[in-house]
């Protein structure tokens, strides 16, 4: 995401990025990524924050910062719009895959020209 001066308490201690879909855990009250902390306890069910075990199950959804998150996104709406315009980047979201510019795209479906039929041979006639 090319969010910039994220304040800290947005910010997924996993990603380092704006929190997406913002849940905290039970066991201390920090706040991550849902998917970010989801994938990480499945990994081996340990807070990162405190060191606790913790289950996905303990998993809160913490409404509050997301419509905190929600309007400090709307707020730098613009600042983001110029950041992608300035660099020609377009932006993504987590599960989006790159796609083809459409010159690409057109030219990979267009089927190959065949190769020119070469000259016949000039004969000279005999003397």
């Known amino acids: 995401q090319a ?13 380092k990025q704006l929190m997406v879909d ?17 994938d990480k306890l499945l990994d081996d069910s340990v807070c990162p924050a405190c060191g606790e075990e913790v289950s996905v199950s303990q998993l809160i959804s913490n409404k509050a910062l997301r419509v905190t998150i929600n309007k400090y996104k709307k707020d730098h709406q ?4 110029k950041l992608y315009s300035d660099c020609h980047i377009q932006p993504r979201s987590r599960d989006s895959t790159p796609k083809p510019e459409p010159d690409m795209a057109t030219k990979l479906k267009s089927p190959p020209k ?11 006639p005999h003397p």
């Open 3 to 15: 969010y910039t001066n994220i304040p800290p308490e947005m910010k997924c201690p996993i990603c």
């Open 22 to 38: 913002a849940c905290l855990n039970a066991c201390c009250g920090q706040s991550f990524c849902d998917e970010c902390i989801r």
């Open 78 to 81: 613009d600042q983001i719009a």
């Open 114 to 124: 065949p190769a020119a039929a070469p000259e016949p041979e000039k004969r000279l």
